[in-house]
């Protein structure tokens, strides 16, 4: 099956379908409410019948994007999950992802798949330590960014005072779309700037279903809200004043961000977010490859993979890789190449993914994310691509600050062992690196975060019935080196030069000051740090 030649009616096609997609991620600080606002997007969309929502996720029904069962019991977010579902005339790609930062590599992951991003603000906290990590990943990336300031129904600062910190400490301009009414704690409703509304909410079924919402005209409003009516008209037009009234190039050039207020526990706002993303966010657009020279959408089907899963049908065994779809017609049954070994990749079984549940999908567009079954040999970062070839820059990896050396708990159950952590590996779980004098009985974890451990020791647990048990080892930093350095450092105390398996040698420290003193002593040898931004090759 062959894409090099597309008719017009082809190419016509496929970019209509590329200007319907909105791909997007939710990110946020741990807590902000993210699975909270993808199930009420979901909700609003007409795909899910209730949000089982009326407090805390620990208190909730499964949230549809939470499968893992790690997930479910500490009611967090481990693993980011792809919904895809459809609203007016447009096709949602909605990527939830991981909000505690011992999983920030899986949200970089998914930052990269993405052509937009929903920060999500807690409207008593604002601007928290991983949200701005977060901001800095977007800007890094062009991504343009809308702002929901979220659990308005709760006491928080005001609206003002995030404003100012939005403008100060991310750089980005504020531009209302919608402006609550009542102090936080107090939501009535919002403003609709765009239409020139109030739009009053009143929960529904303690927030499980879609709030009733009535809609007035500002006269209306500022009969009924009285003060609460005419502050927010005053707030939203001194922001306006001082950044600018709502310009979509200023957006897209990551100059300036929307501005929207919701309750998303209580579907509040929800809608208006639906709408803004459909209006305003940027479709899928050509995407850059490694030299930068974007590939046109309309070019042979290409695409590359930025998530790993197994396990997510346990009666299947399954491995599912996620693509992203950036150019060309993606067909079930067409054999690509996969890029990093040339070999060719039979796509028969591709499914369209709603948290857990699966549907066998024919076609994809750009924009679209694909789960690819039994997909053993793709590994993130791969690109896939029919006729011309193509390169998509690589997905980096962090630096880990964490190491554990891992063993089986049942010796007669090492081959269970083995194939566990190389597949956890494999899914980008956990960062594996080993040594001669370890062996392979012996492997050290290297992780972001310490719940990364308890991650891979739940699934090598329950998913390959090889438990295991953990040693924790004293280094704290690790960097890029060479075998130049293992014998180096073979009796150095506080150091170690371990193989990852994308074939770097990691030099690991107990402390900084073990790393100055290599430093000195060895001016010769390679000692690179990690990068966030940039592949270590």
Request: one cysteine or more; charged letters at 25%.
């Amino acid at each position: 099956m062959s894409q090099e030649v597309l008719s017009p009616a082809r190419v016509q096609e496929i970019h209509k379908q590329a200007a319907r997609r909105r791909t997007f991620a939710v990110i946020s600080h741990p807590d902000a409410g993210k699975s909270t606002l993808t199930e009420a997007l979901a909700l609003h969309a007409k795909v899910i019948g209730t949000a089982g929502a009326s407090s805390g996720k620990a208190n909730r029904k499964e949230t549809v994007s939470d499968w893992m069962q790690m997930e479910k019991d500490r009611g967090i977010s481990i693993s980011s999950a792809a919904l895809q579902f459809a609203y007016r005339d447009t096709v949602i790609n909605l990527l939830d992802t991981p909000g505690h930062a011992d999983f920030s590599e899986d949200t970089y992951r998914v930052l990269a798949a993405v052509d937009c991003a929903v920060m999500l603000v807690d409207a008593a906290k604002g601007l928290e330590t991983q949200t701005m990590k977060l901001f800095e990943v977007c800007k890094q990336r062009n991504l343009p960014i809308i702002t929901v300031i979220n659990k308005w129904d709760r006491p928080g600062l005001d609206a003002l005072a995030l404003m100012d910190e939005i403008t100060e400490r991310t750089g980005l301009q504020p531009m209302p779309l919608t402006w609550a009414v009542g102090i936080s704690g107090d939501f009535r409703g919002v403003w609709d700037l765009r239409n020139d509304r109030f739009a009053q909410f009143k929960r529904n079924n303690a927030g499980a279903n879609i709030a009733l919402t009535e809609y007035f005209t500002p006269d209306e409003a500022a009969a009924s809200q009285g003060e609460d009516w005419s502050n927010a008209v005053d707030e939203a037009g001194l922001v306006i004043e001082s950044n600018l009234a709502f310009d979509v190039e200023a957006f897209h050039a990551g100059k300036a961000t929307p501005i929207l207020f919701s309750s998303a526990a209580l579907n509040f706002g929800v809608k208006e977010i639906l709408d803004a993303l459909v209006d305003f966010a940027p479709p899928a657009a050509p995407r850059p490859d490694v030299d930068g020279e974007p590939r046109p959408v309309d070019a042979p089907f290409a695409g590359f993979v930025f998530k790993v899963q197994a396990g997510m049908n346990k009666a299947h065994r399954d491995h599912v890789a996620f693509i992203r779809v950036c150019s060309g017609m993606f067909e079930r049954g067409m054999v690509v190449t996969q890029g990093r070994t040339g070999k060719s990749f039979a796509t028969k079984y591709a499914q369209q993914v709603f948290g857990r549940e699966r549907e066998v999908i024919d076609e994809a567009f750009p924009g679209d994310v694909v789960g690819l079954v039994n997909a053993s040999s793709l590994r993130v970062g791969d690109s896939l691509f029919l006729d011309q070839p193509v390169e998509f820059p690589a997905i980096p990896l962090f630096a880990p600050e964490h190491f554990q050396v891992a063993r089986s708990k049942d010796p007669s159950r090492f081959k269970q062992f083995r194939r566990g952590i190389e597949q956890l590996e494999h899914e980008g779980v956990i960062q594996v690196l080993r040594s001669d004098i370890r062996g392979d009985q012996a492997p050290v974890l290297a992780a972001v975060g310490p719940m990364q451990f308890e991650v891979v020791e739940d699934r090598m647990a329950h998913d390959f019935s090889a438990p295991m048990r953990l040693e924790r080892l004293p280094y704290s930093l690790a960097r890029i080196s060479t075998a130049d350095a293992t014998p180096a450092l073979a009796n150095v105390p506080g150091a170690e030069v371990l193989l990852r398996s994308d074939g770097e040698y990691l030099a690991l420290f107990n402390d900084v000051w073990a790393l100055r003193r290599i430093e000195k002593n060895h001016p010769d040898l390679t000692l690179v740090p990690i990068g966030t931004h940039n592949p270590a090759k």
